[in-house]
């Protein structure tokens, strides 16, 4: 029998089994709302789409035998009361799977075949494999046969509705053993180098070397480290389609792109480690940046948006992003980062600042990445307090890089830029209590009770002592027991799963928790850490949390959540271990 290895053990139904490089993974999540009650082959390419469904069968009686699914990182196992089947990846597109005791059915997902959409199957001549061929991916998923029996076969080459998969059993005396390969066209045929034992310990090892990597610093304090790193691992994927450098998607659910600005917070994390990898997690959306200088909203494999954009806190990411990497940026590199950063920081001075304007405005909540925060209720295209603190923060980096690249001209207007902004912050939209927001083209200022409107704290210490105090207290009434609000719980607008009308965030609080330190609220931006911590460690890495409950919603296997986790449990282990350096001293 094979042999669990070690690695953070979760629930496939929360966390989909795969591996870094891989476009798929297994999972009976099939869509957002969506679950099955078997695993599938779900596929990301060309969309999420769940190509094959994974059957363990009584070895008797040929139907579904009953089976408690465990899966570490691994190793992904269906265990029985007569057997177990054993998956295991043996590179980004190949997985190996092993049976003693139980069958399995491999079958397409959708049973019906149109002229576009749905799976042919059929034997290739060529090789003898049994392969699919996908619509909906554009890719073939080819089925080897390594060892056992292929006990039946159904669907061969047949069109309209129909079942169409095989059955594969145990032969005598030995386990069965098949390959399951995402392919393009054509490949030469499958051909077992390695013992099942010795892939399945590669992919161990796989995961054991990035964690160890990533997260080096991991103790007994930080007990979701190893998982958060599994998650980013297996939702990384490899270069495909419009997708240019290795990308860690947000999840391998629903939640399947590349955002341009959840991607910041992976790099963050990836930094220390993986300076390569982060770096080509902060560059991915600029590869697509288009004439104007805007960013894309997301990134996948086939599909690239440009109806909204998200916020601009490249500039905060960089900075940060440059303090982490263990190997600095080369001069070429910081000369990209300048010219890319420029031309993004100009569209918002250019084609976001109404006639005479000298803020930036948004044109819809979801360009701020708070898509239907309070703070949007009363109109969609907005000047928001946020939007022009982080577009300081970006000038701030502009005119650090400008100096540094040789550009001194360009730093002092940069600089001029970035306190006019300001200037013009505390002028229009700072009532002597809390930011406001309001049109574009002038109106009416309002207020909401959401924490958007706090998050000119990023400013930290560039703001007046008695602004950053009180942006402190009210950020302070928005935190409950496991982190905080997104609005506030005294709120008639907050909603319990509202998206950001309530829930906790991880990029609110990452932002928010750093610049309550650089504006002198160390205490409460250690409660903040604190909490969120706790919470992840609680509640695993959903896309967010109910904030009265702590229970995770939307998708729970989310990278930036993750990401975040890795950030703050990293600081806080350095900040104690500064703490303990000094006592001793």
């Not at 053990?9 to 490089?21: C, K, T, V, Y």
């Not at 990445?369 to 000038?395: C, E, K, S, Y």
């Not at 958007?452 to 302070?476: F, Q, S, T, Y």
């Not at 992840?536 to 967010?544: L, Q, R, V, W, Y």
Request: proline share 6%.
């Amino acid at each position: 029998m094979t042999a669990a290895p070690s690695g953070p053990a979760f629930s496939i139904h929360d966390i989909p089994f795969s591996a870094h490089g891989s476009w798929f993974g297994i999972s009976p999540v099939l869509a957002e709302k969506t679950r099955a009650e078997d695993l599938h082959l779900v596929s990301h390419q060309n969309g999420m789409h769940a190509v094959l469904r994974l059957v363990p069968l009584d070895a008797a009686t040929g139907e579904r035998a009953e089976t408690d699914v465990r899966a570490t990182a691994g190793l992904l196992s269906w265990i029985g009361a007569d057997g177990r089947v054993d998956l295991t990846y043996e590179s980004p597109d190949t997985v190996r799977m092993r049976g003693e005791g139980l069958g399995l059915r491999v079958a397409a997902a959708a049973e019906a075949l149109t002229p576009f959409s749905g799976t042919y199957f059929y034997r290739d001549p060529v090789d003898d494999a049994h392969t699919f061929t996908s619509y909906e991916t554009g890719r073939r998923y080819r089925i080897t046969v390594l060892s056992g029996t292929v006990a039946e076969v159904s669907g061969d080459q047949s069109l309209g509705s129909s079942d169409r998969g095989l059955t594969v059993t145990a032969g005598a005396d030995a386990p069965w053993e098949i390959a399951v390969e995402e392919l393009d066209s054509a490949r030469a045929p499958f051909r077992s180098t390695s013992a099942f034992g010795e892939v399945m310990e590669a992919a161990r090892r796989s995961f054991a070397e990035f964690a160890d990597t990533v997260a080096p610093w991991r103790a007994a304090g930080t007990p979701a480290a190893e998982l958060a790193a599994y998650v980013v691992w297996s939702a990384t994927v490899r270069p495909a389609g419009l997708v240019t450098r290795p990308a860690v998607l947000m999840s391998k659910h629903w939640m399947d792109k590349v955002w341009s600005w959840d991607h910041c917070f992976n790099a963050l994390a990836l930094a220390p480690g993986h300076p390569e990898l982060a770096w080509d997690q902060f560059s991915l959306p600029f590869d697509h940046q288009d004439d104007s200088g805007a960013l894309p909203d997301s990134v996948t494999h086939s599909e690239v948006l440009y109806n909204f954009v998200k916020p601009p806190i490249h500039g905060w990411a960089l900075g940060h992003l440059r303090r982490r990497l263990s190997e600095p940026l080369t001069p070429v590199q910081l000369a990209d980062a300048y010219r890319r950063l420029t031309r993004w920081t100009d569209f918002w001075l250019t084609a976001r600042r109404a006639p005479g304007a000298t803020l930036p405005h948004y044109q819809h909540g979801n360009d701020s990445g708070w898509d239907n925060a309070t703070t949007f209720d009363p109109g969609r295209l907005a000047v928001t307090a946020d939007l022009a603190a982080m577009l300081i923060l970006q000038l701030d980096e502009l005119a650090l890089l400008a100096g540094e690249l040789g550009f001194p001209d360009d730093a002092r207007r940069r600089t001029e830029t970035a306190d006019a902004l300001q200037t013009a912050l505390l002028r229009e939209l700072w009532d002597g209590e809390r930011f406001l927001s309001r049109p574009p083209q002038g109106g009416a200022l309002t207020r909401s009770a959401s924490l958007l409107d706090l998050m000119p704290i990023v400013l930290g210490d560039r703001l007046p002592d008695k602004v950053r105090d009180r942006l402190a207290e009210r950020i302070d009434t928005h935190l409950t027991a496991f982190g905080l609000a997104t609005e506030h719980p005294d709120s008639p607008h907050y909603e319990p799963d509202g998206y950001w009308r309530g829930p906790i965030w991880a990029p609110a609080t990452v932002l928010i928790e750093d610049g309550l330190r650089r504006a002198g609220h160390e205490r409460l931006a250690d409660e903040i850490s604190a909490r969120y911590r706790a919470l992840c460690e609680t509640s695993g890495f959903a896309e967010n949390f109910d904030a009265l409950t702590g229970e995770g919603l939307r998708d729970r296997a989310y990278t930036w959540t993750a990401s975040s986790y890795l950030l703050l449990a990293h600081d806080h282990l350095r900040r104690a271990d500064t703490a303990a350096d000094s006592t001793v001293v």
